[in-house]
């Protein structure tokens, strides 16, 4: 039985101490400079972002957001789904106006997965609002195989076709969605 456990042991402590997300309390939050300053750019913004999810997750799995911010507003709404919102009796879906909607997730550097800008942008945020008002997992969370945080995204890109999202193979949960 110890011959069995020991690799098991050697490796969770290897995932544990290659991370470098070992304290969701002080891992970085800050702005990763890849979103267009709302202070600079007059246009309508539609962004997803996927970052590592956090601690030894993320090797395996990404969370994903959506931005927008319509013409000429001074800040983004970020959509979201979190699983600990659930544990502590809100919804999993969390809405936010914010200036920096490309954060870190929890010192996960962030990367694009979709952007859109101008005319284009400006017609789809009506139906991205509307579709995101009508997630049908709002108040749910399972990390696999989903609802989950891939989900939502999926779930509204399907909903708003004109979206063109294509979900990265790490955004474990996505396909629940269909």
Sequence with gaps: MMKRLLPLTALAALLSACSSNSDWRTASREPAGIAPNPAQEPEAVVEVYGADAFSWRGWF????????KEAGASEYKVHEVVGWRVERGQPALYSYTTATPDRYWFGARPEKIQSITGERA?????KIEDAIAHYPWADEYTVFPGPNSNTFPAWVGL???ELELDMPFRAIGSGYAD
């Design 122 to 126: 400006a017609q789809i945020i009506p």
């Design 61 to 68: 799995a990404i969370h994903t957001w959506i931005a927008t």
């Design 159 to 161: 909903q708003v076709p």
